[in-house]
């Protein structure tokens, strides 16, 4: 799919070049004329990408895996053990996740910033992988739920955080190619969760334990050594990242910084004020953004804890194709989500690329809800994960592309991650036990909410086209600042 460039934002690149040619010679090899700055600071991206995309990548993987393990667990024994088919007990565990996900989410964007992403990132990943390895020893579904509410505290900072500090570290149009590669990693990565546990539930009996249980302890114990690992190779925000770590000089730091400030001129460390971060939230186009995720949450995690009891329910898969059917939409859709990421980086445009995603998404949901015949309603899986899965990270880098300021950023992030927490309790509660094999409420609902993501892009691209316009003829100044142009 392809579309025609948008406007190129002819200030912003002007600033930039401008400021190379101004601030050359920063780097500790000496002086460097524009050209050859312009060259250093592209092959430092490609240094930082390394350590910052694949650690924190790899990290969302594990949190993803952690957090819809109870599928594959469920169809694995755990439903029986524990007597999860009665009445709403399935779902009232997939949710109680998302009460204390979305109420610590908040909090946690300021604690990371003050305490720093090296240690706050790493340190809360071992913290729920411990946690989930005591997963596998209850013995009712009330110390379950429990535990699943902490998890929720844990994992509640980590994804608005990553979002935060990678946006940190990247030009407007560098951004999305870098947020969907740390998604697509995790996604993908999640997405062969059900072969893993298939595998691990071949442990059944080994040392007298379920193999359910076996699914919690090792991937537990994965998050564990993951969470070491990242420690070591993660890096900070840019303003403090060379104070933690030798892997980057200041002077390559403040190569960064300057190309963010000529960028968006929000790249210097503000100093903590709760009324300014608080006030950040008088913007009305921040729930906009918030209104949209929640739609394609509310869907995705619908997918991700039910799929294997539609593959095996509806569409009428064995329990061992149930779980392995999982993986490969996953990687179709994490090829896909890289694709998109760089088109829409090249033509500098976002609204026309995640409404071309939604119309394939909702296709999908069609042919999955309303198609008999099993391998046409399986390929609605793909449809579904290359469409709605492919605008998650499309979505973060549209909220990322169109607002300025440290505190406003970190503002965003929770909002639009804890938005996405409620998609997550919606999701939970889609498609219920009462309502197999066919699901209906749960498509309609599905249905519902794609078109609300629909409703608000199309609102939203008008919108910035118009304010855009305004701006170009000096009328208004957007996001506090003349040069500053929305992403369409």
Known sequence: MTHPPSSPEPAYDAKLEKKDAATTGSLEEGQLDDAESTAAYRKLLHRIDKR???????MYCVSLIDRTNIGSANIAGMGVDLGLDEGYRYSTIALVFFVSFILSEPPATIVCRKMGAKIFLPAITLAWGILLIGFGFPRDWETLAGLRFILGILEGGFLPCCIYLISTWYTRYDLQKRITAF??????????????????????????????RWIFIME????????????????????????????LTRS????????????????????????KWLASGA?????GYALIFFGLTAITYAVAYFLPIILRNQMGFSMAASQCLIAPPYFVAACWM???????????IRGPIMIGNSIIGTIGLCLMGFVDNAGVAYFGVFLICCGFNTNIPACMT?????IRGQWKRAFCSATLIGTGGIGGIAGSLMF????????????YASLGCAGLTLVVICINTWYFKRENAKADKGLKVLQGHPDFRYTV
């Open 252 to 275: 390559e730091c403040e190569l960064v910084m300057r190309h963010i400030d000529a960028d968006r001129s929000d790249a210097d460390k503000e100093p903590w004020d709760f009324k």
């Open 338 to 348: 890289y694709l998109t990421a760089w088109l829409s980086d090249k033509y500098r």
């Open 52 to 58: 910052l995309v694949l650690t924190t990548g790899f």
């Open 283 to 287: 913007d009305p186009l921040i729930y």
């Open 398 to 402: 549209y909220q990322s592309n169109n």
């Open 183 to 212: 998604y697509a990693i995790g996604f993908f990565s999640s997405g062969l969760g059900g072969i893993l546990a298939y595998g691990l539930m071949q442990m059944e009996d080994v040392g007298g334990i379920r193999g359910w």
């Open 432 to 443: 219920r036990s009462q309502d197999a094999p066919a699901y209906r409420p749960g498509m």
């Open 220 to 247: 537990g114990l994965l998050t564990v050594v993951i969470a070491t690992i990242s420690y070591f190779t993660i890096l900070d925000f840019p303003d403090r990242a060379h104070l933690k770590s030798s892997f």
